[in-house]
């Protein structure tokens, strides 16, 4: 809860913001789902670091904690997303780092962080907005495996089909 | 019992939750661990402290503004 709020606050700081509005109850709301409904019958504890990301972002973006708008001069029409772009900032930033524990390749650290191209970023945040954990869960969690095995390629199963 | 005890929390510069009291000290139950944000168990999220994650964050906002310029 903490860690989200000070992220959210120095996130928005950074954008030259001195106010940002975020409505508690509903990071509450994420994570508690996350704990409690994990999108997943593996459950939060043997789930995979992209199936974890994946349900804080389509918790996050369902939920819609931040209230405040990011700056319009520099987001444009995806300044109302900001719920979708902080909460795959901070996903992208904690996959940085995450380790894999491989039953049959051993512990696997991913390196290198997630980049993407502009144009892929503003399509993603479209698609992250409008994204809801029961219907795009699933979904998500395979954006963010392959966008991690393409900065991570070595992490990556072997790919045989 | 590790992430159940209260935490001290300072509201921060750009936090209000609720008006008119930004600044003022507040406590916090921690019901939920906050491994659960970048938990280090199987499938490991990266364990970061307060520190760090402020650090990434504006970090993560610089590269924004620079990548974007304007959308």
């Known amino acids: 809860m903490i860690n989200v709020c000070e992220y959210i606050d120095d996130f928005y700081v950074d954008q030259g913001l001195d106010v940002?509005?975020?409505?508690?109850n509903e990071i509450w709301g994420v994570l508690g789902a996350i704990t409690q409904q994990f999108p997943s019958p593996l459950g939060i504890a043997e789930a995979s670091p992209f199936k974890k990301v994946a349900a804080f972002t389509t918790?996050?973006?369902?939920?819609?904690p931040?209230?405040?708008?990011l700056p319009e001069p520099r987001f444009g029409l995806l300044a109302s997303h900001q719920n979708a772009i902080v909460a795959f900032s901070l996903c992208v930033d904690s996959l940085?780092?995450?380790?894999?524990?491989?039953?049959?390749?051993?512990?696997?650290i991913l390196k290198n962080r997630i980049q993407i191209s502009q144009h892929f970023w503003k399509d993603l945040m479209v698609m992250l907005s409008n994204s809801l954990p029961s219907q795009h869960f699933n979904c998500v969690s395979l954006i963010y495996e392959a966008l991690t095995y393409q900065a991570n390629p070595d992490a990556s199963y072997d790919r045989v089909i | 019992m590790p992430g159940q005890r209260p935490v001290k929390f300072k509201l921060l510069r750009a936090f209000?939750?609720?008006?008119g009291v930004k600044g003022e000290p507040i406590e916090i139950a921690r019901p939920v661990p906050a491994a659960v944000c970048?938990?280090?168990?199987?499938g490991g999220l990266r364990?970061?402290?307060?520190?760090?994650?402020?650090?990434l964050a504006r970090e993560s906002s610089q590269r924004?503004?620079?990548a974007l310029g304007k959308v």
């Open chain 1, 20 to 24: 940002v509005e975020i409505n508690v």
């Open chain 1, 59 to 64: 918790y996050f973006t369902a939920q819609r």
């Open chain 1, 66 to 69: 931040i209230i405040t708008n």
């Open chain 1, 96 to 108: 940085h780092g995450a380790l894999i524990k491989c039953p049959k390749r051993g512990d696997i």
């Open chain 2, 16 to 19: 209000v939750p609720v008006p």
């Open chain 2, 38 to 42: 970048f938990p280090n168990a199987k």
């Open chain 2, 47 to 55: 364990m970061v402290d307060s520190d760090e994650i402020r650090k």
């Open chain 2, 64 to 66: 924004l503004t620079l």
